[in-house]
């Protein structure tokens, strides 16, 4: 069984910075990618930025210059950095993690969500 729990989401005004944090824990073999997505209200869900193993980033056009994903490998975390803020960032942001329980199939897997807003 592999989890995913989410912290740090929260309110804050534009202009400010928050932190995400994402801990993958269970029966882990190896996680090749790990990433945020967000869904705003109304809007479909959407890569925000994802982090390979070997540290290889990708970011959304939206995101890119604000916002820094970095990822703890011995700690199974992935973390999303996210400075200068607008309300359109406002979004519940979801941790997804492609995770190989044994070293052979992968799976993907989704955190709960954490619930982002920023205000004007």
């Avoid at 005004?13 to 073999?29: H, V």
């Avoid at 820094?68 to 406002?90: C, F, G, H, W």
Wanted: charged share 15%.
């Amino acid at each position: 069984q592999v989890q995913l729990v989410e912290s740090g989401g929260g309110l804050v005004q534009a202009g400010g910075s928050l932190r995400l944090s994402c801990a993958a824990s269970g029966s882990i073999f190896s996680i090749p990618v790990m990433g945020w997505y967000r869904q705003a209200p109304g809007k479909q869900r959407e890569l925000a930025a994802s982090i390979t193993s070997g540290g290889i980033t990708n970011y959304a056009d939206a995101v890119k210059g604000r916002f820094a994903i970095s990822r703890d490998n011995a700690k199974n975390t992935v973390y999303l950095q996210m400075n200068s803020l607008n309300p359109e960032d406002t979004a519940v942001y979801y941790c997804n993690a492609e995770i190989s329980p044994q070293g052979r199939v992968i799976f993907r897997y989704w955190g709960q969500g954490t619930q982002v807003t920023v205000s004007s």
